[in-house]
């Protein structure tokens, strides 16, 4: 077992780093951050989540919402090390993010590259844009 010293400005750090994170978590807000774009026929979902595996991610469409769940591990230093920062977050998430209108959610794809998940919800026929002929006389 590993004993770890903290010295008194590391102890002072760590507590302003507590304080700044407040009650709903880590500054920045929700995990994973998004971007919600409308890409004509579907709305596109960007959520960076780098250190995932795709095994690990699961991507939903319920009614008007997007479910992005999933787990991120941490390597451990192992018994012989200790962290001197730890700032990456470990664990489950869930992102449940409502999107601007009806879907057609048997359309949705997804795509997982480089750390970003990239989700296209296809938007219900309704909803679409449509061009209109102009008649001339």
Do not use: C, W
């Not at 010293?5 to 102890?11: D, L, T």
């Not at 919600?36 to 995932?52: L, N, R, T, W």
């Not at 200790?82 to 795509?111: D, K, N, S």
């Amino acid at each position: 077992m590993a004993f770890v010293y903290r010295g008194p400005f590391e102890q002072i750090q760590a507590e302003l780093e507590r304080m700044a994170e407040g009650p709903s978590g880590p500054p920045g807000g929700v995990y994973p951050p998004v971007n919600v774009f409308d890409a004509g026929d579907a709305y596109v979902v960007k959520a960076e989540i780098p250190g995932v595996v795709a095994e690990q991610i699961d991507v939903n469409v319920e009614d008007d919402m997007l479910v992005i769940r999933g787990e991120r591990m941490a390597a451990s230093p192992g018994e012989e090390g200790a962290y001197h920062r730890r700032e990456r977050g470990e664990g489950r998430f869930r992102r449940v993010v409502r999107m601007p209108g009806r879907l057609a959610t048997e359309e949705t794809r997804a795509e997982y590259r480089d750390g970003v998940l990239t989700v296209h919800v296809a938007k219900a026929k309704e909803r679409r844009p449509q061009r209109v002929a102009i008649q001339t006389t």
